[in-house]
């Protein structure tokens, strides 16, 4: 079967040319849009969660000989998690090749986190079932080498060290509040404030509660530790 010509774009920006195209037109197939003679990318998806694991796990252990389980968990989670993969699925603009329902379509699918990390799954498995782990490998060391680089920084839950800044100092937990939602239903944007009882407060904004509470929780402790003086 001869690819589309918008399935040959998104090769190129996936930097990987399937022998067989009926690999990737399973991937791109949500299971809104699925049939009886469309299987959806579910299958797909859970092996490609395996095969991103794997060479994820592999590359942060030759990164880092001395590295203890306990330092390589949060580097691996920080890179395998649904918002890390939805970010790479938009650095090749996957949402645009992909087969939803009418409904998803209505409602913003193309730039859920969920959908679009789901969907990143099932092509690096299309990859791997396409050409073998070292096809699938080499895509994946490829797209996620910023983020492999930058993966002590990425790794750093800072709603979790927020915290423990502040009970260091005896403070209680800091407080979330959403501020602020805007944009249509399907690609709402929201605006939370973080704040200390000593009075600290931060603003951010995402596409979801979690990641505004996280990009806050960030801004706020970064600005913390720039200027509280050295003990």
């Not at 990143?120 to 080499?138: F, K, P, S, T």
């Not at 200390?196 to 929780?217: D, H």
Request: net charge neutral; hydrophobic share 40%.
């Amino acid at each position: 079967m001869k690819p589309s010509a918008d399935l040959r774009a998104f090769m190129a920006r996936l930097g990987y040319d399937f022998a067989e195209p009926e690999h990737l037109i399973r991937a791109r197939t949500h299971p809104s849009f699925a049939s009886a003679t469309r299987p959806d990318n579910q299958r797909l998806e859970f092996l490609g969660d395996r095969v991103l694991g794997l060479v994820i796990a592999e590359a942060l252990l030759q990164a880092d000989a001395s590295a203890r389980e306990g330092q390589l968990a949060p580097r691996y989670n920080a890179l395998v998690r649904k918002e890390a993969c939805a970010d790479i699925a938009r650095s090749i603009d996957l949402g645009a090749v992909l087969k939803l329902g009418r409904s998803e379509q209505v409602s913003g699918g193309r730039r859920k986190d969920a959908l679009l990390g789901d969907a990143i799954e099932a092509v690096l498995a299309a990859i791997y079932l396409d050409g073998g782990y070292e096809a699938a490998r080499g895509v994946i060391l490829r797209l996620w080498h910023d983020r492999l680089q930058d993966v002590d920084q990425d790794a750093r839950d800072a709603k979790t060290a927020l915290q423990e800044w502040a009970q260091a100092r005896r403070m209680p937990p800091p407080a979330y509040t959403e501020q602020a939602r805007s944009g249509p239903d399907h690609a709402p944007v929201f605006t939370i404030e973080v704040a200390l009882m000593s009075g600290e407060t931060a603003r951010a904004e995402a596409p979801s509660k979690r990641a505004a509470e996280q990009n806050a929780a960030r801004a706020l402790l970064d600005r913390l530790t720039r200027t509280e003086p050295a003990r």
